[in-house]
Every structure is written in C-alpha cells, then in structure tokens.
C-alpha cells in the first residue's frame, strides 16, 4: 500500500527538490526515496522507472520554462523580443541549473501535457521570429540556431568553461546581438 500523502506528484516534487540542491545528475530513485521517506521500491508504486521520473521532471520544468518565455516575449517585438527571451532564457539556466537540462529533453509523445508545454516554449521562440518576418520552415531552422546558440552559451557559463578575465554579460550580450543579425539578414 502507498505511503499516506505519497502520490506521483509528491514523488516529483521531491525529484525537483533534489535537482534543485544536488544537480541533475543527483536524480536517482534512491534519492528520490530518501527524501521521500520511502524504501527506493516504493516509488515504482509512482512512477515505472527512472526514466520514467526524468520525463516528469521534463515535463513540469518544460511547462515552467515556457512560462518564462512565455512572459518574456509578451508585448514585444524584434531586437526587443530577442533580448528580453535571451535574458530570461539565460536567468532560468542560472538560476535554476539543476533544472535547466531537463527543459532541454524532447517531450515525451504519450503525455500531451509534456507535448504542450514543448509547444509552448517553441512558440514562445516562433513569436520572437515572427517580428523578423521569419516564419514556415525557415523559423524551424532559425529556431534551432536560436537555441544551440544560447543553449551553448548558458552550458559553457554553467560549467564554468569561461575563464577569461573580460565580463561574460558582455560576451552574452555580443552574442544576442549576433543573433540580431543573423535574424535580420535570415533567408525566407
């Protein structure tokens, strides 16, 4: 019988909890169930796998993601969108960075929430192409330059992969202004 007040939910917000003060690679059903308070077998009670766990997690960090972008792209246009999405995208990865890669997996086909929230974030980034006048198949390619660009960016700054003296804010903000550029010289 499942422990009283343990519920999938439940097992998912401690998966956060442990994400959140541990890293990513911390997640483990083991972790989960200490946490929890549970023995590890307990858990499958909840949820089928680790991988199973992950997709969870993917799936509430996806849907808080989006919201993010959400808001950050609401109400503005071009360079203006840009940037503002840009910033928040890269505030979420720092702020929460045991979160962050979990926001990075593809939705899982069988959970239409999890499907939804990944369209959410895409559209937030379809939104911003838009104000460029990109849009069809070329803002799936412009798409996917957006993201490696600042998923690149905000993974190096993450592991500490920036180690010259001069100010990464700065570097971050050449970079959005390369992206600018690239945007409003895209091939429609």
Do not use: C, N
Request: glycine fraction near 10%; avoid cysteine.
């Amino acid at each position: 019988m499942p422990r009283a007040g343990l519920s999938t939910g439940a097992v998912v917000e401690a998966a956060l909890a442990v994400v959140d003060e541990q890293g990513a690679a911390a997640l483990t059903l083991a972790a989960v169930a200490a946490r929890t308070g549970v023995a590890t077998p307990s858990l499958y009670k909840h949820v089928r796998s680790l991988e199973a766990l992950q997709q969870l997690v993917s799936a509430a960090v996806t849907e808080q993601f989006a919201g993010v972008l959400e808001r950050a792209a609401a109400g503005r246009a071009g360079a203006d969108a840009l940037r503002a999405v840009a910033a928040a995208y890269r505030a979420y990865a720092r702020e929460l960075p045991g979160r962050y890669p979990f926001a990075q997996r593809v939705p899982d086909p069988a959970d239409p929430a999890h499907v939804s929230a990944g369209e959410r974030a895409v559209g937030a980034i379809f939104a911003v192409l838009r104000g460029y006048g990109v849009a069809g198949e070329a803002a799936v390619d412009a798409t996917r330059m957006l993201r490696s660009t600042l998923h690149g960016f905000v993974s190096l700054e993450l592991a500490g992969g920036f180690g010259l003296p001069q100010s990464v804010d700065h570097s971050f903000d050449r970079l959005v202004d390369g992206a600018d550029a690239a945007l409003r010289a895209w091939p429609g």
